[in-house]
Protein backbone atom coordinates (compact mmCIF):
# COMPACT_ATOMS: atom_id res chain seq x y z
CA UNK A 1 0.00 0.00 0.00
CA UNK A 2 2.96 2.08 0.83
CA UNK A 3 4.49 1.75 -2.60
CA UNK A 4 1.07 2.52 -4.26
CA UNK A 5 0.94 5.79 -2.15
CA UNK A 6 4.33 6.76 -3.50
CA UNK A 7 3.38 5.84 -6.87
CA UNK A 8 0.08 8.13 -6.85
CA UNK A 9 0.92 11.18 -5.00
CA UNK A 10 4.58 10.74 -3.37
CA UNK A 11 3.78 14.23 -1.65
CA UNK A 12 0.70 12.63 0.44
CA UNK A 13 3.69 10.56 2.50
CA UNK A 14 5.24 14.02 3.83
CA UNK A 15 2.78 14.87 5.78
CA UNK A 16 1.69 11.76 6.97
CA UNK A 17 5.74 10.97 8.20
CA UNK A 18 5.34 14.48 9.91
CA UNK A 19 2.17 13.53 12.11
CA UNK A 20 3.44 10.28 12.52
CA UNK A 21 6.65 11.96 13.69
CA UNK A 22 5.18 14.22 16.11
CA UNK A 23 2.82 11.80 17.69
CA UNK A 24 5.95 9.55 18.47
CA UNK A 25 7.89 12.46 19.80
CA UNK A 26 4.74 13.17 22.23
CA UNK A 27 4.64 9.85 22.80
CA UNK A 28 8.31 9.83 24.51
CA UNK A 29 8.00 13.05 26.47
CA UNK A 30 4.93 11.83 28.17
CA UNK A 31 2.70 14.61 26.61
CA UNK A 32 0.24 12.38 24.21
CA UNK A 33 -2.23 10.39 26.66
CA UNK A 34 -5.73 9.25 25.37
CA UNK A 35 -6.92 11.03 28.67
CA UNK A 36 -4.55 13.39 29.88
CA UNK A 37 -7.64 14.85 32.32
CA UNK A 38 -8.42 11.89 34.05
CA UNK A 39 -4.49 10.67 33.90
CA UNK A 40 -3.39 14.50 35.56
CA UNK A 41 -6.68 14.33 38.23
CA UNK A 42 -5.54 10.53 39.33
CA UNK A 43 -2.05 11.89 39.65
CA UNK A 44 -3.39 14.99 42.14
CA UNK A 45 -5.68 12.74 44.32
CA UNK A 46 -3.62 9.86 45.06
CA UNK A 47 -0.29 8.93 46.29
CA UNK A 48 1.38 6.17 47.27
CA UNK A 49 2.31 5.38 51.15
CA UNK A 50 5.25 3.62 52.83
CA UNK A 51 3.32 0.25 52.43
CA UNK A 52 2.79 0.95 48.37
CA UNK A 53 -0.70 1.07 48.74
CA UNK A 54 -2.84 4.18 46.80
CA UNK A 55 -4.68 6.36 49.17
CA UNK A 56 -6.66 9.61 48.41
CA UNK A 57 -5.30 12.53 48.74
CA UNK A 58 -7.36 15.28 47.09
CA UNK A 59 -10.56 13.98 48.90
CA UNK A 60 -8.88 14.32 52.34
CA UNK A 61 -7.70 18.15 51.66
CA UNK A 62 -11.13 18.81 50.15
CA UNK A 63 -13.03 17.18 52.89
CA UNK A 64 -10.44 19.19 55.20
CA UNK A 65 -10.95 23.06 53.57
CA UNK A 66 -14.46 22.11 53.17
CA UNK A 67 -14.61 21.87 57.38
CA UNK A 68 -12.52 24.75 57.71
CA UNK A 69 -14.89 26.85 55.69
CA UNK A 70 -17.12 25.55 57.85
CA UNK A 71 -15.43 26.21 60.72
CA UNK A 72 -14.76 30.15 59.65
CA UNK A 73 -18.28 30.81 59.18
CA UNK A 74 -19.27 29.55 62.70
CA UNK A 75 -16.19 31.40 64.23
CA UNK A 76 -17.45 34.74 62.15
CA UNK A 77 -20.84 34.56 63.88
CA UNK A 78 -19.49 34.08 67.23
CA UNK A 79 -17.33 36.93 66.76
CA UNK A 80 -19.34 39.55 65.18
CA UNK A 81 -20.24 41.41 67.77
CA UNK A 82 -16.35 41.92 68.59
CA UNK A 83 -15.65 43.33 65.28
CA UNK A 84 -15.73 47.54 66.27
CA UNK A 85 -18.12 49.09 63.70
CA UNK A 86 -17.88 46.05 61.51
CA UNK A 87 -20.09 42.62 60.73
CA UNK A 88 -19.25 39.29 59.50
CA UNK A 89 -19.98 40.48 55.90
CA UNK A 90 -17.55 42.38 55.91
CA UNK A 91 -14.74 40.19 56.96
CA UNK A 92 -12.76 39.43 53.65
CA UNK A 93 -9.39 37.93 54.97
CA UNK A 94 -9.02 35.31 58.28
CA UNK A 95 -6.15 33.52 59.48
CA UNK A 96 -5.54 31.31 62.16
CA UNK A 97 -2.84 31.81 64.78
CA UNK A 98 -0.18 29.33 66.36
CA UNK A 99 -2.17 29.33 69.58
CA UNK A 100 -5.29 28.72 68.50
CA UNK A 101 -6.47 32.89 67.84
CA UNK A 102 -7.55 33.80 64.68
CA UNK A 103 -7.17 37.34 62.81
CA UNK A 104 -10.34 38.58 61.27
CA UNK A 105 -9.74 41.76 58.24
CA UNK A 106 -12.77 43.72 57.76
CA UNK A 107 -13.75 46.83 55.91
CA UNK A 108 -15.25 49.96 58.13
CA UNK A 109 -16.53 53.47 57.35
CA UNK A 110 -13.36 54.41 59.50
CA UNK A 111 -10.98 52.28 57.31
CA UNK A 112 -9.38 48.95 57.40
CA UNK A 113 -9.79 46.65 60.73
CA UNK A 114 -8.08 43.66 61.60
CA UNK A 115 -9.35 42.35 65.18
CA UNK A 116 -7.02 39.48 66.84
CA UNK A 117 -9.52 37.51 69.01
CA UNK A 118 -8.68 34.41 71.25
CA UNK A 119 -11.15 31.77 72.63
CA UNK A 120 -11.61 31.50 76.76
CA UNK A 121 -13.78 29.32 78.50
CA UNK A 122 -15.71 28.90 75.40
CA UNK A 123 -16.18 32.41 74.79
CA UNK A 124 -14.44 34.52 72.05
CA UNK A 125 -12.79 38.00 73.00
CA UNK A 126 -11.17 40.36 71.74
CA UNK A 127 -7.42 41.04 72.61
CA UNK A 128 -6.77 43.29 69.81
CA UNK A 129 -7.21 45.75 67.64
CA UNK A 130 -5.20 46.74 64.51
CA UNK A 131 -6.27 50.05 61.73
CA UNK A 132 -4.06 50.44 58.82
CA UNK A 133 -1.50 52.58 59.18
CA UNK A 134 1.41 54.28 57.51
CA UNK A 135 4.01 51.39 58.02
CA UNK A 136 1.41 48.45 58.40
CA UNK A 137 -0.83 47.35 61.00
CA UNK A 138 -1.37 49.84 64.15
CA UNK A 139 -2.62 49.17 67.31
CA UNK A 140 -5.50 50.65 68.46
CA UNK A 141 -6.73 48.67 71.27
CA UNK A 142 -5.44 45.70 73.41
CA UNK A 143 -1.54 44.55 73.04
CA UNK A 144 0.30 43.86 70.07
CA UNK A 145 0.38 40.25 69.71
CA UNK A 146 1.38 39.65 66.07
CA UNK A 147 5.01 38.61 66.42
CA UNK A 148 3.65 36.68 70.15
CA UNK A 149 1.25 34.51 67.75
CA UNK A 150 1.60 35.03 63.95
CA UNK A 151 -0.94 34.49 61.77
CA UNK A 152 -0.43 30.59 60.30
CA UNK A 153 -3.16 29.66 57.75
CA UNK A 154 -4.47 32.36 55.60
CA UNK A 155 -7.91 32.13 54.40
CA UNK A 156 -9.44 34.91 51.64
CA UNK A 157 -13.22 35.44 50.48
CA UNK A 158 -13.54 35.07 46.92
CA UNK A 159 -17.07 37.12 46.53
CA UNK A 160 -16.98 35.50 43.13
CA UNK A 161 -17.31 31.76 44.22
CA UNK A 162 -19.19 33.27 47.52
CA UNK A 163 -17.08 30.98 49.92
CA UNK A 164 -13.50 31.32 52.21
CA UNK A 165 -10.32 29.99 50.01
CA UNK A 166 -7.14 29.25 51.17
CA UNK A 167 -4.49 30.98 50.02
CA UNK A 168 -1.67 29.05 52.11
Given at each position: ?72 DDILTDIEPLLANGTKEDVKRFWFARDGGV ?66
Open positions: MLRFLLKKNPIIILPLLGVVAIGIFLWQRGDFSPTPQKEEQKEKTSSTNNNGSEELVGDEEMVEETEQRSTIYAEYQTREGMRMAYLQSRNGAWERAALYGAGENGWEIIEGEDVIFLNPPQEFWEYNTGARQWEKKN
